[in-house]
Each structure stands twice: as C-alpha cells, then as structure tokens.
C-alpha cells in the first residue's frame, strides 16, 4: 500500500516494477511453452524410419560378384534418370501392404546379356526402362533395407538386373544382388571402371569381361562336372538361389 502525500488513507496496489516483472514472467514462460509445443510436434511429424535386410544381401561374404552375374538376367549401362514417388505394395486381396517401393527411370546406353548360352543377342531395350526398388517415403513414414541398392539421379551405373513382370503385365526390372548388383562408374587417372565398393570391373572391354567371368564361374560352380552342361549347372543353382531366399 502506498500513502497518497497529504492524505491519510492508502491505496492497495503493485508497483510500476512489480507489475513490468510480473508481466515479463508470464511472457516467457508463454515462449518457453510455445517451444516445448513446436518441438513435441516436430518429433511426431519427424518421418519414421523402419530398417529391414529381408534378403541377406547385406553380408558381402554371402553373394559373390560371380554369383550376381550368374542369375542376373542382362546388364545395363546407363544413367538414372529420375524416382517416382513412392507407393505401397498391393496384395493378392488388393490390399496395401506394409512394404514400399520406388521405381526409378534408367536410360540404357547398352545392354548386353551377362550368361546366356542359347542367346546371342543382346536384348532390344527401350529408351527408358523401370528399375524397382524395396523402400521408400510415403508422408511421414519411411522405409530402408541396408541391402537394397540405392539409385540417384544423375547416376552413371552399371545395373545387374533381373526381368519381372506386375499384375497388369508391364515389364520393369530389379536389381539382382542388392547393393553388390549396382556399380557406379567412377574414373581414376584416365581410366575409367565400375564399382559397387567392393569389386571393380574396367569399363574397357565390359561385356566380355563379365560374360568370360560369368561362363568360368558356370564351368566351376562346385567343381567341374562330367555330367552337366553349364547351361544346367545355371538352372540348378538359380533353383537353389531362390530356395536359399525363400527360406532366409
């Protein structure tokens, strides 16, 4: 209470510096709930990553080169040219299920078969092909497999791929292998090759390099055989590798 100069009474109140205190307390505690609030927010809307390696391609020991190129079906040389957007995979009932993928848009510069004994030819691509990859974001959710490969626009690569066909009866591709299928051109004092971080193939001489390393590999696959052609060896061993796949 302050005394009012010539009169006796008092008058209840706060001073000018107790009231500019007060005021500045309820401020900032309004900012600092203002801040928690955005925060708290920020961490609900953050996207949510789901890590997953259903393939056990991540184990470099697991899949040789050599093996990647004896069940690929062609090899792809070219550039990346741009990823849709993510979408949901859709079950045999039509429902979506809780697993994404991504196409990515390749433009073949060449194409060549990586171990074809009855094919010659390489085969007619068109000028864009659809490359699919497990994984994606689709709002605030993601998903990632350590083992998939990994593509970007703007890429120079060599694609290992493998033929699919979806519900509607359009073709795209995935990589064989994972990661260990795509290799990234790279260029080190004039010469250039591809790799996927743990092999190397010279770009020079491409496509003999890996058919000569594919049809060795066939010949020797668990030891030369009497009995079995190298055609017949591939075929018994994609049927193990799909086997081994199904059961991991």
Not at 41 to 69: C, F, H, N, R
Not at 182 to 201: H, M, P
Request: net charge negative.
């Amino acid at each position: 209470m302050l005394p009012i100069p010539g009169k006796g009474c008092f008058v209840i109140g706060k001073t000018k510096t107790q009231r500019t205190t007060g005021g500045m307390t309820v401020k900032k505690m309004a900012v600092i709930a203002v801040v928690i609030g955005c925060g708290l927010l920020v961490y609900l809307m953050w996207p949510k990553t789901i890590s997953a390696d259903p393939t056990g391609y991540d184990d470099e020991q697991k899949l040789t080169l050599e093996d990647v190129l004896l069940h690929a079906d062609l090899a792809v040389v070219g550039t990346v040219d741009a990823l849709a957007l993510s979408q949901w995979r859709v079950g045999e009932d039509g429902e979506n299920l809780d697993m994404m993928y991504t196409d990515a848009t390749v433009r073949p510069a060449q194409a060549f078969l990586t171990y074809k004994p009855d094919e010659k030819r390489p085969p007619s691509l068109p000028e864009e092909i659809t490359v699919r990859l497990d994984g994606g974001k689709i709002g605030w959710k993601k998903q990632t497999y350590r083992s998939e490969a990994v593509l970007e626009p703007g890429e120079d690569v060599l694609l290992l791929l493998e033929e699919r066909e979806d519900s509607s009866g359009a073709i795209y591709y995935t990589v064989c292998g994972g990661r260990w299928g795509k290799l990234t051109r790279q260029e080190k004092d004039g010469t250039v090759s591809y790799t996927n971080g743990r092999d190397e193939v010279p770009a020079e001489g491409l496509e003999e390099n890996l058919q000569q390393i594919t049809e060795e590999y066939a010949n020797s696959y668990n030891g030369a055989s009497d009995y079995y052609t190298a055609g017949e060896i591939k075929e018994m061993n994609e049927a193990l590798f799909e086997s081994n796949n199904q059961d991991e």
